[in-house]
């Protein structure tokens, strides 16, 4: 299918999909299958860059990352909650800053977007993830697979 809507790489060098690499994965599937979709959404943001640059409205969108994304969310949580993890207070927080950012928008001018901020977006949404997935996330790994996560 082809879609009218130009090329990342003559829009700027940041407006790419980034692929899920293996090395991200944890072995715990229902965390690793989260994760992918979650990456799979914020790259779908990319196709409402239109070739003409107009404004474009990503509010419905951002709410349907922002729901998959508290589920994910709630679903560390509870796990943090039920084994006591040590670093709770700190990832939580990480955790409502990322859900903030992305109400903010959703409720600023209805979620109107020029080109040049939606590029920031998306690359500070992809780039929060991943580093959040290699970094923060990392911390619950061994304690998940201890109690057999799956
Ligand atoms: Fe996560
Ligand atoms: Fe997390």
Redesign the pocket.
């Known amino acids: 299918m082809h879609c009218p809507v130009k090329k990342a790489e003559e829009y700027s060098p940041r407006m790419q999909q980034i692929d899920w690499q293996p090395e991200w994965s944890f072995d715990i599937y229902s965390i690793d299958s989260q994760h992918q979709k979650l990456l799979e959404l914020i790259n779908q943001l990319l196709t409402f860059v239109s070739a003409d640059r107009e404004p474009v409205s990503l509010a419905e969108p951002l709410q349907g990352l922002l729901e998959y994304t508290q589920y994910?969310?709630d679903f560390?949580?509870k796990y943090f909650e039920l084994y006591d993890f040590r670093a709770t207070s700190d990832?939580c927080r990480?955790?409502q800053q990322f859900k903030d950012r992305i109400a903010a928008i959703i409720s600023n001018q209805n979620s109107e977007l020029s080109g040049q901020d939606l590029a920031e977006l998306i690359a500070w949404l992809q780039d929060w993830l991943v580093g959040?997935?290699q970094g923060?996330?990392r911390e619950?790994l061994e304690l998940f697979l201890e109690h057999n996560v799956r």
Do not use: G
């Open positions: 994910h969310f560390e949580e990832h990480e955790h959040h997935i923060s996330d619950y």
